[in-house]
């Protein structure tokens, strides 16, 4: 998969920027707040109509104006698409593929496919579960669109039951109405758990080698999914989420929200067997989350039979020269495009001699 072409209208500090791409390696550089950052994110946003910098889409609209508009054409293995999307201050994203609107926001997903690597993923060991969750969420939707219909009816329903957890906590509805809920929530809930289970137990066996190879055999990584549900086997999964919900209703009328399932869960990294989070140090961290996000290229690759877009936002300032090296010769020997910011090329374009070179100074972007 490539991206032939970008096009920004009053996208950050871009008022009109179309740029024109190969499938080789792409450098971006330029001093810092130039506007490198985001061509990444436009990209990334594309992929998945989220920023990874804000929640707020607004915040990506050029200062004075009302709107902003992406559109990315894109080459994979098989087809080609145009993915378009434009936001406006206080409406919902309108989104276009091949021209045609979408009426859900998630069609995009599994158009583009990228893998980012930027400062902001160190929140992905220090950071709260809920980022863990959405790495995890994006990443299975990708490769599986049975996972992705059942996170849209589990939300679905989880909306609905702490509505209707509310009503009777008020006496405005009856208790007995849940159970249609806890049916419609232990199907979809029990289906997001089992194939997040089985993705998980992949992905820590491929960032398991990753991170022996960055730390030289030196350290043992291991990713875990952690979830409320004590069960042995698949099968028993819908039924043992059944009765923690009826378990937890008492406790849970009195919040007025749901406490057990999917949306409580957590991934848990750790390094010798020392949770990653609380006892080990910031350079151990980083390489645990560049063990991951190699690992999540590499089951992209497995499952799709087509390598994402590799995206990465000044990682010569987060990585120390030897996990900076296994990196970029990691680039070089997978067929990836891949988009590169640094302020600095030094060091950098020696390892991609047959790249494409763009320079970036107060939003204008030169090709060199």
Same mark, same amino acid.
């Given at each position: 998969m490539f ?8 996208f950050?500090?871009?008022d ?8 080789k390696?792409?450098?971006v ?8 950052? =985001?061509?990444l994110e436009?990209?990334?946003?594309l992929?998945?109509?989220?920023s990874?910098r804000t ?5 990506l ?5 009302h709107?902003f508009y ?9 087809s080609?698409?145009?993915? !378009?999307?434009?936001?406006?201050c ?7 593929? =091949?021209g ?5 926001i ?6 583009? =496919? ?12 220090k950071?709260a ?14 490769i599986?669109?049975s ?6 009816e ?5 909306r ?16 007995? #109405?849940?159970?249609?809920?806890d049916?419609l ?6 289906e997001?758990?089992k194939?997040r ?5 992949e ?13 030289s055999d ?5 990713i875990?999914y ?9 099968s028993?999964i819908e039924?043992?989420?059944?009765e923690?919900?009826d378990?937890s ?8 929200s749901?406490?057990?399932g999917?949306?409580?869960?957590d ?7 020392v ?8 350079g ?6 560049l063990?991951l996000k ?7 690759a497995?499952?799709l039979?087509?390598? *994402?877009?590799?995206l990465?936002?000044?990682v ?13 010769d990691?680039?070089?020997?997978t *067929?990836?495009q891949?988009f ?9 374009s020696?390892k991609?001699?047959? #790249?494409?070179?763009?320079?970036? !100074? ?5 090709k060199r």
């Open positions: 991206l032939k072409e970008i096009t920004f209208r009053n950050r500090n871009y009109s920027l179309n740029l024109q791409f190969s499938e390696i792409s450098l550089t330029g001093e810092n707040a130039q506007g490198k950052t =985001n061509i436009g990209i990334y946003f992929s998945t109509a989220k990874h929640n707020r889409d607004d915040e609209i050029q200062q004075g104006k709107w992406i559109k990315g054409r894109i080459q994979s293995r098989l080609s698409n145009s993915v !378009e999307i434009t936001n406006t206080g409406e919902k994203k309108r989104i276009r593929i =091949n045609k609107t979408q009426d859900k998630s069609s995009i997903i599994g158009k583009i =496919n990228v893998v980012m690597f930027s400062p902001e993923d160190l929140s992905l060991v950071g579960p809920s980022e863990r969750r959405r790495f995890l969420d994006i990443l299975i939707s990708r599986s669109p996972y992705l219909y059942a996170l849209q589990y939300n679905s329903s989880l609905q039951r702490n509505e209707l957890l509310k009503n009777i906590r008020d006496k405005k509805a009856k208790a007995d #109405s849940l159970e249609s809920w049916i929530l232990a199907k979809s809930g029990s997001i758990i194939q289970l089985a993705v998980v137990s992905l820590s066996e491929i960032a398991r080698e990753k991170h022996s190879q960055l730390t030196q350290e043992d990584f291991h875990e952690q979830t409320q549900f004590d069960f042995n086997s698949d028993r039924d043992i989420y059944r923690n919900l378990s209703i008492d406790s849970d009328l009195r919040r007025g749901t406490s057990t999917p949306h409580r869960d991934l848990m990294f750790s390094v010798d067997c949770d990653a989070r609380r006892y080990c140090s910031q151990q961290q980083r390489t645990s989350v063990s190699m690992a999540d290229l590499e089951l992209m497995r499952k039979n087509d390598y *994402p877009i590799v990465l936002d000044d010569t300032s987060e990585l120390d020269e030897n996990r900076a090296s296994f990196l970029f990691l680039l070089n020997q *067929p990836v891949a590169l910011t640094a302020t600095n090329l030094e060091g950098i020696s991609f001699p047959n #790249s494409q070179l763009f320079a970036v !100074e107060n939003g204008v972007v030169k």
